[in-house]
């Protein structure tokens, strides 16, 4: 019995030992977890610039107004005839900034406000060949003349909505659209040589239009100037670099509308003393864009 006690408490004491031994060794510490990576975010206002080239190929047809003019053109008095449409480009570079605010919708979607503003240099010439009703002798052949007419546009901008989606963190495809407006400025002339003025094509008509002043230059002229307005659609992508600034580059389509300009002989008629005109009629200015800028994103990542 005592040996078995003895035992007992052996195996009790041997125990105890080892659990302090135990108790006394050293904990292995948990690995290092390296912190979340941070997730870029589109969400806040930005301002940048932008570089670009724009293009467009209007269209001017010419309608006379009243007796005189249509008898020195489509009237075919003496040979004359109507002056054809023409068609001309215009090119420009251009150069701006644009302001704007994101809404990072969720993990793949963004929405968006953006407005810019871009000066432009869009000017192009157009020449419209016919033959005018001659000053004299009776029954000679029209002589030649042409309208010369050129269209500017000096800048434009617009104001739109954006639409993107995201196919990764940093990079965004986008649509966009909205309104549009625009410095629009046309002149129009109508150039004859000496002497090849309306004559007495019309029995009890005597018409001067100041085309036979010594080299006819703008015996008809027209001008006009407006801020054109319209709409704007188009296409884009944009890349964040670091955490606030991106790279992006888009394409763009912009309609400001068509335009009249009311051409008008310099010396009226003589008898009866009343103005003669035509009207110049520009197709709608539509011209396209494409132009890359930087951005700058206030705020965090």
Same mark, same amino acid.
Request: proline fraction near 8%; aromatic fraction near 12%; glycine fraction near 14%.
């Given at each position: 019995?005592n040996?078995l006690?003895?035992?007992s408490?052996?195996?009790?004491a041997?125990a105890?030992?080892?659990?302090?031994?135990?108790?006394?060794?050293?904990?292995?510490?948990?690995?290092?977890?390296?912190?979340?990576?941070?997730?870029?975010?589109?969400t806040?206002?930005?301002?940048?610039?932008?570089v670009g080239?724009?293009?467009e190929d209007?269209?001017?047809?010419?309608?006379?107004?009243? =007796?005189?003019?249509?008898a020195?053109t489509?009237?075919?008095?003496?040979?004359?005839?109507?002056?054809?449409?023409?068609?001309f480009s215009?090119?420009?570079?251009?150069?701006g900034?644009?302001?704007?605010?994101?809404?990072?919708?969720?993990?793949d979607?963004l929405?968006?406000?953006?407005?810019?503003?871009?000066?432009?240099?869009?000017?192009?010439t157009?020449?419209?060949?016919?033959?005018?009703?001659?000053l004299a002798p009776?029954?000679?052949p029209g002589?030649?003349?042409?309208?010369v007419d050129?269209?500017?546009?000096?800048?434009?901008?617009?104001?739109?909505?954006?639409?993107?989606?995201?196919?990764?963190?940093?990079?965004l495809?986008?649509?966009?659209?909205?309104f549009?407006?625009?410095?629009? =400025?046309?002149?129009?002339?109508?150039?004859?040589?000496?002497g090849t003025?309306?004559?007495?094509?019309?029995?009890?008509?005597?018409?001067?239009f100041g085309?036979d002043?010594?080299?006819g230059?703008?015996c008809?002229l027209?001008?006009?100037?407006r801020?054109?307005?319209?709409?704007?659609?188009?296409?884009?992508?944009?890349y964040?670099l670091?955490?606030?600034?991106?790279l992006?580059a888009?394409?763009?389509?912009?309609?400001l509308?068509?335009?009249?300009?009311?051409?008008?002989?310099?010396?009226?008629v003589?008898?009866?003393?009343?103005?003669? =005109?035509?009207?110049?009629?520009?197709s709608?200015?539509?011209?396209n864009?494409?132009?890359?800028?930087?951005?700058?994103?206030?705020?965090?990542?």
């Amino acid at each position: 019995m005592n040996k078995l006690l003895l035992g007992s408490m052996a195996i009790i004491a041997l125990a105890v030992a080892s659990s302090a031994n135990a108790a006394d060794m050293p904990v292995k510490a948990p690995p290092i977890q390296p912190p979340p990576a941070t997730t870029f975010s589109w969400t806040g206002f930005y301002v940048g610039g932008n570089v670009g080239y724009g293009w467009e190929d209007p269209t001017v047809t010419f309608t006379p107004n009243d =007796s005189a003019a249509l008898a020195a053109t489509c009237g075919g008095f003496d040979g004359s005839t109507c002056a054809p449409p023409n068609s001309f480009s215009a090119t420009s570079g251009l150069g701006g900034i644009q302001v704007g605010y994101n809404w990072q919708v969720n993990r793949d979607w963004l929405l968006g406000v953006e407005t810019d503003f871009d000066g432009s240099h869009f000017s192009g010439t157009g020449t419209s060949n016919f033959l005018m009703l001659p000053l004299a002798p009776p029954g000679a052949p029209g002589g030649p003349a042409n309208f010369v007419d050129s269209q500017n546009v000096n800048w434009f901008g617009t104001v739109r909505a954006r639409v993107g989606f995201l196919p990764s963190d940093r990079l965004l495809v986008y649509g966009t659209g909205g309104f549009a407006y625009g410095r629009v =400025s046309e002149n129009v002339a109508v150039n004859a040589p000496f002497g090849t003025n309306v004559g007495s094509g019309v029995p009890g008509a005597f018409y001067a239009f100041g085309c036979d002043s010594p080299g006819g230059a703008n015996c008809f002229l027209g001008y006009s100037s407006r801020i054109a307005t319209g709409w704007a659609a188009g296409a884009g992508f944009e890349y964040a670099l670091w955490q606030n600034l991106s790279l992006k580059a888009e394409y763009m389509y912009i309609n400001l509308g068509g335009d009249h300009v009311n051409v008008v002989a310099t010396t009226p008629v003589i008898s009866p003393n009343i103005p003669a =005109s035509f009207t110049a009629a520009f197709s709608r200015l539509d011209f396209n864009i494409v132009r890359v800028g930087l951005n700058w994103k206030f705020g965090g990542p």
